[in-house]
């Protein structure tokens, strides 16, 4: 299994006092660093390259966000997102780390890998940056599947506590990925209903502020999973936000640590069914350190498992 990550995605400042700060990838990277992940393959994330931003994102989105980043202090995108000197590279690579991953495992180099990156990616849309995502990495990811490798049916899971909205947008009439989610709702931002379709290819599971282990597990056990297993992916693609964890600070759900183990265990199931194995993750939220220590390790370690 292949681990994807580099120094630069530490570079990436959003303000004094923002939730989205290089201590997180620094709390994941510290519980990798164990002897438990000893087999990990380390590797050092590539930059996106333009093709690869261009199959997901408009010309003029690329422009701004290049446009944008700044010599000095930051720059602001939306209320929530910001550039500082180092925004652009780290999102290259958080993004070229997804797109290099898929290469890997469609190559039978690695049968799983995991990105630990940062920006997140999965509310950034096809024109904008939003909730601190500049670009959408596993999107990128995806349409690399299908573009690049001629793959027919990718399946993306997003577990993160907020809808992935960027993702749903830029498939929502692509029949060739499935997106499937659970998230709070009402929550950030405002997307997920259940009646949000696309072109059949979207499924979501809102779950109400307060729910638990039993109600996430349920979703997934029998809204979620069934759809994934009965689309048959060559190929499964995770956005693995750890935000839904009792104790982050962002939401209000009260899922444990085992539940993203739980979770990895069950995606990897349909991995080996369908996909011959390949299964390729990336970081997305997770504001608790506690938690995201504590949750990647779980989900890392059921993927070597």
Not at 251 to 263: G, M, Q
Request: charge should be negative; include cysteine.
């Amino acid at each position: 299994m292949r681990l994807y990550t580099h120094a630069a995605c530490l570079g990436h400042h959003a303000g004094p006092g923002h939730p989205e700060a290089p201590a997180r990838l620094e709390a994941v990277l510290q519980a990798l660093d164990h002897d438990r992940f000893v087999a990990l393959d380390r590797v050092e994330a590539p930059a996106a390259t333009r093709e690869q931003l261009l199959r997901v994102h408009a010309a003029e989105h690329l422009a701004r966000v290049f446009g944008a980043a700044p010599q000095q202090g930051f720059s602001r995108l939306d209320p929530d997102t910001a550039m500082s000197p180092g925004s652009l590279e780290a999102a290259l690579r958080a993004a070229g780390a997804c797109c290099a991953a898929v290469d890997a495992v469609l190559a039978g180099e690695a049968r799983r890998a995991f990105c630990a990156v940062r920006p997140p990616g999965h509310h950034a849309t096809r024109d904008a940056a939003m909730g601190f995502c500049l670009f959408n990495n596993v999107a990128a990811a995806a349409a690399h599947a299908l573009d690049a490798h001629g793959l027919k049916r990718v399946a993306v899971v997003d577990f993160d506590v907020h809808h992935g909205n960027g993702t749903q947008a830029i498939f929502w009439d692509e029949p060739r990925v499935l997106y499937v989610s659970s998230h709070q709702m009402p929550l950030y931002p405002g997307t997920g209903a259940i009646n949000e379709h696309g072109a059949g290819n979207i499924v979501n599971a809102p779950l109400p502020p307060g729910s638990g282990s039993a109600q996430f597990r349920e979703v997934w056990e029998h809204a979620l999973l069934p759809r994934l297993f009965a689309f048959r992916p060559q190929l499964v693609l995770v956005s693995a936000g750890f935000d839904a964890h009792r104790l982050d600070p962002l939401a209000n759900l009260d899922v444990e640590t085992e539940d993203f183990a739980w979770i990895t265990r069950r995606l990897v199931d349909l991995a080996e069914a369908h996909a011959g194995g390949r299964l390729v993750s990336s970081l997305e939220g997770g504001y608790s350190l506690t938690a995201l220590r504590a949750a990647c390790a779980a989900h890392v370690g059921a993927l070597l498992d």
